[in-house]
């Protein structure tokens, strides 16, 4: 918090100058107003809801949204998936969720659905509607899943045939889209083109309309990804908050007139606040409208459940939602389920990141850094099991929340300095916990 600044002026010599003052400071307060428009554009009424649930005593306002001048008829984004999932409020999760036992227990036996007819494209709900999305998620199914950056090991493969994930995350090698198609149709692909640039400037809109154009060709030479992130892990604060929700708008708007699939925000760990999320409202609303679904990315060191329990400003304590990990509840619990807005999450990045500050625990970064402490720990008789059993505890909270596609780790096929990241030699184990 800043200090508050004290501002003294000298005093008067004379009582004529102490009149002359005050008529300069009334002519110059009436010249002000005379110049003030009387009223301000309101903000989105769901926005409006938001802010009014935040306890923190400074709100800032919302930013004016764009609105296009008229809704695009000729929009027809492609449909990968033609069963419906309906989106509804959260299960309520066991206050303290037991630590897994040293050996993961496998998911629950389900019944897979019936062999799906694609459909070669979709047409977004009506201007303020929302839009029936079109997959359907069996909440019986584990939801762990795996991020690849190359898919340089026969394991990955392995991975989506025993699987059948939800939801799997692609960078910059797409080539592995089609083959998870032909592995596992139903599989949610979604896709990032890495770039560097990311900068709040200009008009929001004019910068998301540019970007999609900057990275189109990459989109259509890859048509089995279903949903394309814009920008990796912002953090816009609330400086930049109304901007980025304008971008992101914009973007869902401009990727559907290319009959592309987007997915929204693709915060980092530990970000956006409550209120700072608040701002990004309308571009929920934007998303919904189009059928475009929320990422995120949720890490935490030495071990998964670091944060667990831990309370968020302004608000308080409660024992199932996080600083960390399990952050995305409280944006849900706060603020998206009192208005209706619950939009399709992916946790498109999780895992072990010991880049977290403030933390216990040795020195590291990736998950393979820290397996001693969490053998230490009890999550396991070895580090690989350890971490399994972390995966599956964070598996079992998020298949309590019906609106989460599912998660996916980071990473396999890792490069450079990702190395200690690398999920490969564990894959095996992975598979097995996941298996249906």
């Not at 100058?17 to 309101?42: E, G, K, Y």
């Not at 899943?145 to 898919?151: C, F, G």
């Not at 991975?159 to 960078?171: A, D, E, Y």
Request: hydrophobic letters at 35%.
């Amino acid at each position: 918090m800043q200090p508050k600044r004290l501002i003294t002026d000298p005093p008067s010599t004379c009582a004529a100058s102490t009149w002359l003052r005050l008529v300069v400071l009334v002519f110059i307060l009436w010249l002000v107003s005379a110049c003030t428009p009387s009223t301000a554009l309101p903000p989105t009424r769901a926005a409006a809801i938001m802010l009014a649930a935040i306890p923190p005593t400074i709100i800032p306002t919302v930013p004016v949204t764009f609105t296009p001048s008229s809704p695009d008829a000729t929009i027809d984004p492609r449909l990968n998936h033609n069963q419906t999932w309906q989106v509804g409020p959260s299960s309520t999760p066991s206050i303290t969720p037991p630590i897994p036992s040293h050996t993961p227990t496998p998911s629950p036996t389900y019944t897979p659905s019936p062999t799906y007819t694609p459909s070669p494209t979709r047409t977004p709900a009506a201007q303020g509607a929302r839009y029936n999305y079109p997959f359907f998620i069996d909440p019986r199914k584990s939801k762990l899943s795996i991020h690849v950056i190359k898919p340089n090991s026969p394991h990955i493969e392995d991975f989506i045939r025993q699987t059948q994930p939800n939801v799997i995350k692609l960078v910059d090698d797409f080539g592995l889209a089609a083959v998870t198609k032909e592995l596992s149709p139903r599989t949610i692909v979604i896709g990032r083109v890495d770039t560097i640039s990311q900068q709040y400037r200009g008009i929001p809109e004019e910068a998301a309309r540019r970007y999609v154009q900057e990275n189109l060709a990459k989109y259509r030479a890859n048509p089995a990804v279903d949903y394309w992130e814009g920008w990796n892990e912002p953090d816009p604060g609330l400086e930049n908050m109304g901007w980025y929700a304008r971008f992101e708008q914009e973007r869902v708007r401009e990727m559907a007139r290319q009959g592309l699939g987007a997915a929204i925000g693709g915060f980092a760990t530990g970000v956006p606040e409550i209120n700072e999320f608040a701002l990004f409202i309308p571009a929920i609303e934007t998303a919904m409208q189009y059928g475009a679904i929320l990422t995120l990315h949720e890490y935490s060191a030495p071990v998964i459940n670091y944060g667990y329990g831990s309370e968020m400003p302004g608000y308080p304590r409660y024992a199932d939602r996080g600083t960390l990990t399990l952050r995305y509840r409280w944006y849900y619990r706060e603020l998206l389920e009192p208005a209706g807005l619950v939009i399709p999450l992916a946790i498109t990045e999780a895992g072990i990141d010991g880049i977290i500050g403030n933390r216990p625990g040795p020195p590291g970064y990736g998950w393979a850094d820290f397996q001693a402490y969490a053998v230490a720990e009890g999550w396991g008789r070895d580090g690989m099991e350890a971490f399994v059993n972390q995966m599956a505890w964070y598996d079992a909270e998020v298949r309590k929340d019906t609106y989460v596609l599912g998660f996916t780790i980071f990473t396999a096929g890792s490069i450079g300095h990702w190395r200690n990241y690398e999920i490969r030699d564990v894959l095996p184990r992975l598979t097995n916990y996941a298996r249906p």
